[in-house]
Every structure is written in C-alpha cells, then in structure tokens.
C-alpha cells in the first residue's frame, strides 16, 4: 500500500550510459514532482507535473527529460551519464498545483555514476 | 525567487532536551511553512506544517511558531528522544512559484 512508490532503490552505471527511473502513486494526486538531493542534503526541485503536463522545469540539462504517462506515473530519464548526476532522486506527489498542500514523497533513488 | 535559510546545519543534544531549529524566507507572499524529517535511507515525511494566518501550531512534542513580521518560523522539540536523530528541512510556499522552497537541511543527533 505505498503511497509514491519508485524505483529502482540503487541504480550504479558508467558515464555516459542512459538509465530511467520509474514512480507511481496511487494517492489519487494531480501533482508529481522530480526533486535531487546532492550529498551536501540540499533539496531540489527539478520538474512538476499536473495532471501529465509540465508545469515547472528547472534549469535541468537537456539529458534529463521527464515523461508522464498518465497523471499516476513520472518517470525520469537521463542520457549521457556524468559524474555530477551522482545523487538521490526524489519522486514526489500532492493533491494539486499552485495550491500549498503537503508533499508526500518516495524513497528515493541512489544513483551513482561511475 | 524564494530564499529559506535554515540554522544550524547540525545540532546535538542529549536525550530529553529541548531543540530548536530556525528557518528565515524572503518572500513575504509565503503562506505556507511544512517541516519535513527525513530519516536515513528514506524520503522526507511531513511532520508539521503552519499557514500564514497562524502564529503556532502544536503537535504532542513537536511544535512550530511564525513570525510573518521578521519572516522567520522555528521547529521546536521538547523531550527528544534518539528516534528524533533524523535530518529536518523546513520548507516555505512560494506563491509566485507555485512551489516548495526548501531550506539546506538541520541533522539532529539525539545522544541517549
């Protein structure tokens, strides 16, 4: 029964390669979200989605193009792996935008690029 | 755009103690003021949020109070115990954005 579920949990790979990470709620939200967290802790957001169009995109590099499906899935694709990617990603929901309601998040996604 | 800083970056205190953690923003169309905790190896959870037309809101152990004069707002825990050990982030709602900014992160460490 969770709620922001994503994956994978640990994703390791080389420079260079593509890899995506998947999420789904099933909350019923309008809202999802892509947010990194660098190892200094520091939260940020990337891009938002309501109801499967963009909303908010951050100044995130071309190689980084999140899809949405279906308001009930983001998932996150990156090409051309660098070392500066290595971090954890966030996957996140809320009820809906521009409206100030909680966020409820995934556990997150380690990834490391070699 | 929005600003959140938060202070200190790391606090240690001793089972039972009181902590407190403190968060400033620069928008002062900000309505929206979470905490979130995040534990190791886990997302970032709600623990208490405040709006603006709200001074102080209480929650068992965990409180948090607003000051929209001096745009600041603080966390405060009393009788920690060591499952507080966590990294805390307040957060402000930034209206012209339409999103969280979160502020760099406290890490509690509650010593038994």
């Known amino acids: 029964d969770t709620a922001v579920s994503q994956t994978p949990k640990y994703l390791v790979t080389q420079m260079g390669n593509d890899k995506s990470i998947k999420c789904e709620q099933n909350l019923g939200h309008d809202t999802m979200y892509w947010y990194k967290q660098d190892s200094k802790k520091f939260l940020k957001i990337m891009f938002s989605?309501?109801?499967?169009?963009?909303?908010i995109n951050e100044t995130v590099p071309n190689r980084f193009s999140p899809k949405s499906p279906d308001k009930a899935h983001l998932n996150l694709h990156i090409n051309s792996l660098e070392l500066g990617d290595s971090a954890v990603y966030f996957c996140?929901?809320?009820?809906?935008?521009?409206?100030?309601?909680?966020?409820?998040f995934g556990s997150g996604t380690q990834l490391s690029v070699l | 755009g929005e600003n959140v800083e938060q202070h200190p970056s790391t606090l240690s205190v001793q089972e039972g103690d009181s902590a407190v953690i403190k968060c400033t923003y620069s928008d002062s169309a900000s309505n929206y003021f979470p905490w979130y905790k995040q534990e190791l190896g886990k997302g970032p959870q709600l623990i208490i949020d405040?709006?603006?037309?709200?001074g102080e809101k209480k929650d068992q152990r965990i409180a948090v109070t607003l000051n929209k004069t001096a745009k600041h707002f603080s966390l405060h825990i009393t009788e920690t115990q060591p499952e507080d050990s966590a990294v805390y982030f307040c957060?402000?709602?930034?209206?012209?954005?339409?999103?969280?900014?979160f502020g760099k992160g406290t890490m509690l460490l509650v010593s038994p």
């Open positions: 996140a929901s809320s009820p809906g935008y521009a409206t100030n309601e909680k966020l409820f």
């Open positions: 989605y309501n109801n499967k169009e963009l909303i």
């Open positions: 957060a402000a709602f930034f209206t012209g954005y339409s999103t969280l900014t």
């Open positions: 405040i709006r603006s037309n709200v």
